[in-house]
């Protein structure tokens, strides 16, 4: 494993990325499956990583290319790909390629953007660029999946900046690993609704070594409405806000989560 400076660099966090519990158990699968069948496919999903969702949707008979920036996570994502039966393999594309600007020769009947990737832009022009190359790639009343998380105003104006916090149950990789993680908050611009956000994590190997791993990058939160004209601005109508992967209504739950379904308008 190695330390870098990119997110798209940081092959650590994909070796591990499997294992973070918080990952392995978020239970948005089932919604991005039952999405994608009910679209008939074939599906794009955006930041598809390690294939956490792409697998399990492929295994439900939908075709799916997987985009990504970073090579680190499509070779972990390979890897889990070929330990998988030839027809589900054979419906599956992997692409390493920028979200804002996807060039791609087929068009989908769905977009999926799982765990929040799309935070990851920081400006509204990478923000509108990203979703103009969606928009372009959906078929006439194509459907876009927005994950984002609510911003909690609490969290957000916390006094625990630079503190080190939320550590999580310790998990043990194949390989005999013991991780545990941590997270803390370097910097929040409030101007511009960013915070720069460090995930630590404390490896323990086999032989007792130690090490400690920082993976740093800005994420930029959107607040419902901020969200909602940015997507009609783009050429989509919202039909849904749900606030988790029960589809509960948005507004049920706080903070919840900030989910958009959202078509592609007629005409467009």
Same mark, same amino acid.
């Given at each position: 494993?190695? !330390? ?13 990325y499997?294992? %973070? ?21 074939? %599906?794009l999903e955006?930041? @598809?990583?390690?294939?956490? #969702? ?22 972990? @994502?390979?890897?889990?790909l070929?330990?998988?039966? #030839?027809? /589900? !393999?054979?419906?599956? !594309?992997? /692409? ?8 791609? &020769? ?7 953007? &799982?765990?929040?990737?799309?935070? $990851?832009?920081?400006? /509204?022009?990478?923000?509108?660029? @990203? ?6 790639? +959906? +078929? ?5 999946? +927005? ?6 105003l609490?969290?957000?104006?916390? &006094? ?6 939320? !550590? ?17 908050? /370097?910097?929040?611009?409030? $101007?511009?609704?960013i915070? $720069? ?5 404390? #490896? ?9 791993? %920082? $993976?740093?990058?800005p ?21 849904h %806000? ?27």
């Amino acid at each position: 494993m190695s !330390q870098a400076e990119g997110y798209e660099s940081y092959e650590f966090v994909a070796e591990l990325y499997d294992y %973070v519990i918080p990952y392995r158990d978020r239970p948005d699968i089932d919604f991005f499956i039952e999405e994608a069948k009910q679209s008939g496919g074939p %599906v794009l999903e955006i930041g @598809c990583g390690t294939g956490r #969702v792409l697998i399990p949707t492929a295994r439900a008979g939908i075709e799916i290319t997987g985009l990504d920036l970073s090579a680190h996570m499509l070779e972990v @994502c390979q890897r889990r790909l070929l330990a998988e039966p #030839v027809e /589900v !393999q054979s419906r599956v !594309q992997l /692409v390493s390629m920028d979200m804002r600007n996807v060039e791609l &020769p087929r068009r989908y009947r769905l977009v999926t953007l &799982p765990f929040r990737p799309f935070q $990851h832009l920081t400006t /509204v022009e990478d923000q509108l660029s @990203c979703l103009a190359s969606i928009h372009r790639h +959906l +078929l006439p009343g194509g459907r876009l999946i +927005l994950d984002l998380f609510n911003p909690y105003l609490e969290a957000l104006t916390s &006094p625990n900046l630079g503190q080190e916090i939320g !550590q999580e149950p310790e998990f043990t990789t194949p390989e005999g690993l013991r991780v545990t993680r941590r997270n803390r908050t /370097v910097t929040r611009d409030y $101007h511009n609704q960013i915070n $720069h956000v460090e995930l630590i994590y404390y #490896v323990t190997y086999p032989d007792g070594r130690q090490e400690r791993l %920082v $993976h740093a990058f800005p994420m930029r939160y959107l607040f419902r409405f901020e969200a909602e004209h940015l997507l009609v601005r783009s050429g989509f109508v919202v039909e849904h %806000v749900f606030a988790d992967f029960n589809r509960t209504p948005y507004g049920s739950l706080y903070p919840g989560d900030l989910i958009f379904v959202a078509k592609k308008a007629a005409g467009g």
